[in-house]
């Protein structure tokens, strides 16, 4: 952790806080701390995290001169082999891009989450599987150039043989993915297909958070739906509007279930739904 904050300042230009909660402490505070798995494919599994535990853990971190922050190892580094960013954003095909985070008030069931969620399959209509952002037919691979500079702002530059062998790699990636240079032991068009049930579009950490695509007047409605609850004092919500998606990918290999994407919005993406949705927090508390 102390190498991802050294990698988030230098690279990034910001502050990673790291903290660490007892987790007797959650349970002290009553709350639970639950976690399931959901598959997205076979044997790639993201964790779903229930109970209010993660939630209260993370506003103690967040707090100023919080006890729980842990002192930081100055030069440290980890080894984050696999992670990269070398796709361009993907634009929508139904208007816009909507970054989501919607977080119930502590007196809320759980159930509100599966009502959100079936109204926005009623507004869109359509599974929500059928919302997914990442668009096959619309990505499209970096230049070299282009993916160079984003490897050295996820990986340190060190003139090694591992350093030398992600040249190598990003070239012949380019080749395959941009140019379409028929490879030897890899299915490219397999793998691209593939992308769109290896990602993480939606998830939920005691908070649901999605990312998808549909049209403006859909983005319009659910927003109208998701205000009414707050008004209501049910729950809180962030939403934000943007062109394209942006993926950043954790690739062991190639094959099936070895490769999992990250996806967020453009512009800010969940960032900026998260400042919406703080605000709404903060106005509520005064």
């Not at 806080?17 to 639950?34: F, Q, S």
């Not at 190892?73 to 992670?83: D, F, Q, V, Y």
């Not at 507004?123 to 990505?139: A, F, H, R, W, Y």
């Not at 060190?158 to 490879?183: D, G, L, N, Q, T």
């Amino acid at each position: 952790m102390s190498g991802l904050q050294q990698i988030a300042a230098e690279n990034f230009g910001f502050v990673l806080r790291i903290g660490l909660v007892p987790v007797a402490e959650i349970y002290a505070a009553k709350r639970r701390i639950e976690v399931g798995r959901h598959e997205l494919v076979t044997g790639r599994c993201l964790a779903i995290f229930h109970g209010g535990g993660l939630s209260l853990a993370e506003k103690w971190i967040k707090q100023a001169n919080s006890r729980h922050l842990i002192e930081v190892k100055i030069g440290s580094r980890t080894n984050i082999e696999g992670l990269s960013c070398r796709w361009n954003s993907i634009p929508n095909i139904r208007g816009t891009i909507a970054s989501l985070i919607v977080q119930k008030n502590e007196t809320t069931t759980n159930a509100i989450y599966q009502d959100i969620l079936d109204q926005i399959g009623q507004i869109c209509g359509v599974d929500i599987d059928q919302i997914n952002p990442l668009n096959i037919p619309k990505i499209s691979y970096q230049s070299i150039r282009e993916c160079l500079f984003q490897e050295s702002r996820l990986h340190i530059p060190k003139w090694s043989y591992r350093h030398c062998y992600r040249i190598f790699e990003i070239i012949a990636c380019v080749c395959i993915f941009r140019f379409k240079i028929p490879p030897i032991f890899i299915d490219p068009k397999r793998y691209v297909k593939s992308m769109r049930t290896h990602a993480d579009y939606r998830k939920f950490d005691d908070t649901l958070r999605m990312v998808i695509d549909i049209s403006a007047q859909q983005s319009e409605a659910i927003t109208c739906y998701l205000d009414s609850l707050y008004k209501k004092g049910l729950l809180f919500y962030g939403l934000h509007n943007s062109k394209d998606s942006l993926m950043t990918c954790y690739v062991d290999d190639i094959h099936e279930g070895n490769h999992i994407h990250f996806i967020d919005g453009a512009d800010g993406g969940y960032a900026m739904a998260a400042k919406q949705l703080k605000s709404q927090i903060k106005a509520s508390s005064t």
